[in-house]
């Protein structure tokens, strides 16, 4: 849909700033109630979901421009989708999240785009990574030392895919090594796409890049359908996002799991079992794209109608992604499995889960906002009494990292997988 399709939308949204908030009757303070960090970050109204709608109208009927200041509230979203749930709850007729990419897709139509979004989109078109310095001949790096089908010379039922900051960053590339070899340990026939191995460009889409998002999908979906794989397991929530709901959206039509969920159905089975103590007190961080926006893509088409030309409804009924069935249970109950760990919840949790502030490649193009974002969140996590924060994400991870060494911050940041190495 262009941004004109969403000006039945525009019209309809009732100004009640719901999407500001978590819902009401799940708030348990004041100090972590609200949702939306651009808003609360930037502290005007535009930078809301609601306000978001009343731009793109003026922009529509040609009484505002993409301005500099303009271009840089579009590109302040982080694509996070917590307006989107949050509105749900009373209204089923507005897909904020959908808008607010929508309105950045039309800004990039227009080549208003902020400097570094260039950059790293040309390293994507260059390199095959949106992440910045990083080269498409390294890519396989991660996998040197380890014993792994490619899956394209050799069949295999469990594609892994690790995703850019697990191919290329210190200390998540060993981190990867370990994840496929514990898979192989419990008997998991896995396979890498060696030299097809590519970035998902999910974040593209976030930032607004589609048809640069499109290009790269539409090769990685054909290399999975080459592949013969039944499975496809990632650590990084932005490619199970991207795979889960985007790609799916573009015919891609095979099972895709977070590794989380791997791990808690490994464990459920018995085929890993944790023997050591882990003495810590740890509170969980649900990413959006796992969590919220991890929900299964529901194919439909369909139109709006009007029940006696005023109540609005879709026909057929349309999926309604509440935010409910994303991947909540699974993380937990590998935290819950190990000895010795104590958890305990933030305030905001699962769909309603406040944002790492990496999203919509904000940590790179808007990096105090971002830090910022990240910041309020570990704030929530201290507040639990909690000594780790942990996650199941690696954008989630290092800018949780990054805000915590800024701010000079006591908590421990942690990826889930790291406490299940030191369970075994």
Not at 225 to 230: C, H, N, T, V, W
């Amino acid at each position: 849909m262009s941004l004109k399709d969403y000006r039945p939308m525009m019209e309809r949204c009732s100004n009640c700033l719901g999407c500001k908030w978590i819902p009401f009757d799940k708030i348990k303070s004041q100090r972590f109630g609200e949702n939306c960090p651009s808003v609360c970050y930037y502290n005007f109204n535009t930078y809301s979901a609601r306000g978001r709608f009343q731009l793109a109208q003026t922009i529509l009927d040609g009484d505002a421009e993409y301005t500099k200041k303009v271009t840089e509230v579009v590109h302040s979203c982080t694509s996070c989708g917590a307006c989107d749930v949050s509105c749900k709850i009373c209204r089923y007729n507005l897909e904020p999240l959908d808008h607010n990419i929508a309105l950045k897709i039309d800004a990039v139509e227009k080549a208003k785009t902020l400097p570094v979004q260039e950059t790293i989109i040309g390293n994507l078109k260059k390199e095959q990574t949106m992440i910045q310095g990083q080269k498409r001949i390294d890519r396989m790096n991660w996998a040197k030392g380890i014993k792994v089908k490619d899956i394209l010379l050799e069949k295999a039922e469990v594609l892994f895919f690790p995703g850019c900051k697990y191919s290329y960053e210190d200390g998540l590339t060993e981190k990867a090594r370990a994840m496929v070899f514990l898979l192989q340990k419990a008997g998991a026939d896995i396979g890498v796409l060696g030299k097809a191995d590519a970035c998902c460009a999910g974040r593209a889409y976030q930032m607004g890049f589609e048809k640069e998002f499109e290009q790269r999908a539409n090769a990685n979906i054909e290399a999975v359908r080459k592949s013969g794989a039944q499975v496809i397991v990632t650590p990084c929530s932005d490619c199970y996002y991207a795979f889960k709901r985007l790609y799916a959206k573009l015919g891609l039509n095979v099972e895709v799991v977070h590794i989380v969920e791997y791990l808690d159905r490994l464990i459920a089975n018995g085929k890993i079992q944790f023997v050591k103590p882990v003495q810590m007190t740890v509170t969980y961080h649900d990413p959006c794209h796992l969590g919220r926006q991890g929900e299964p893509y529901v194919a439909w088409e369909g139109g709006e109608k009007k029940i006696r030309n005023q109540i609005h409804t879709w026909d057929p009924p349309r999926p309604r992604y509440n935010g409910i069935y994303g991947v909540y249970d699974a993380p937990r109950n590998i935290l819950k499995a190990i000895p010795g760990l104590r958890f305990v919840e933030m305030e905001r949790i699962r769909e309603y889960s406040w944002c790492c502030g990496a999203g919509g490649g904000c940590s790179e193009t808007l990096p105090e906002f971002s830090s910022w974002t990240a910041a309020e969140r570990i704030s929530e996590a201290e507040a639990t009494g909690a000594d780790t924060l942990v996650t199941a994400c690696p954008w989630c991870e290092s800018n949780f990292a990054g805000a915590k060494n800024q701010n000079g911050n006591k908590i421990k940041i942690y990826d889930i997988f790291d406490l299940v190495r030191a369970a075994l």
